[in-house]
């Protein structure tokens, strides 16, 4: 079946770097994506990976991808206070059909 | 601003009303998304167009929910004799239909958040 999985709230200190975790359970995926959600808006796609990598990194962002254990991580560096939202891991598997976890509320404190 | 845009914002209705919501793309995009996201959850797919064709319907879409896209251009998507349980935020996404592209990222509008009283 289909289903993501990720924690539901971190917290960190300004400066310090964030790790966001997610688990997904379709070995078919192809892509698996990162979206940020601040209070009131819509989601923004940070970042994606293709299923064929084991990292990406674009300036504080990175993502790690373990495809045996079906893990996706994002990791922030040098977090801001900016950088508190909701986090959401979506998988897809090339197509439209996208699939999202439950989000991760990152809460950075000054 | 080139962006996914959608209106209302807000809607606030009673139970056993209409109401429609209104999507307009990022123009050239032809691909055109509709999400249902309740409190503390994820966004969950309800259906989606290429074109002016819907060529899927997730069975969170009953048949008191119905959506178009005439043109190929703007969507909309309309909740016949509104449920307390309709209470979301309804996300529109769109994203190119690029055969050069190999991923599938999909751009998202600010949501219309729907209230049933």
């Known amino acids: 079946g289909e289903d993501v999985e990720q924690s539901l709230f971190l917290s960190v200190r300004e400066g310090d770097s964030s790790v966001i975790n997610c688990t997904y359970t379709?070995?078919?995926?192809?892509?698996l994506y990162w979206y940020k959600q601040e209070p009131g808006a819509g989601l923004q796609l940070l970042t994606y990976?293709?299923?064929?990598?084991d990292m990406k990194q674009d300036q504080r962002l990175t993502v790690l991808l373990n495809k045996k254990d079906k893990h996706l991580s994002l990791r922030i560096a040098d977090t801001q206070t900016g950088d508190s939202a909701i986090y959401f891991c979506a998988e897809s598997k090339g197509t439209y059909k996208y699939i999202f976890g439950t989000g991760t509320r990152l809460k950075v404190l000054a | 601003d080139t962006g996914v845009s959608q209106d209302p914002r807000h809607k606030i209705t009673k139970r056993g009303q209409n109401v429609t919501f209104r999507c307009d793309p990022i123009s050239e995009h032809n691909r055109l998304y509709w999400y249902r996201q309740t409190l503390g959850q994820g966004p969950e797919f309800l259906t989606y167009?290429?074109?002016?064709?819907?060529?899927?319907k997730s069975r969170l879409l009953s048949d008191r929910f119905s959506a178009e896209r005439p043109k190929g251009s703007f969507s909309t998507l309309e909740i016949q004799r509104t449920e307390q349980g309709d209470s979301a935020m309804y996300l529109c996404?769109?994203?190119?239909?690029?055969?050069?592209?190999?991923?599938?990222?999909?751009?998202f509008g600010p949501g219309t958040r729907l209230t049933v009283t």
């Open positions: 379709d070995s078919s995926s192809t892509y």
């Open positions: 167009f290429q074109n002016e064709a819907q060529l899927e």
């Open positions: 990976i293709f299923s064929n990598m």
């Open positions: 996404a769109s994203s190119p239909d690029n055969r050069d592209r190999v991923s599938y990222e999909q751009y």
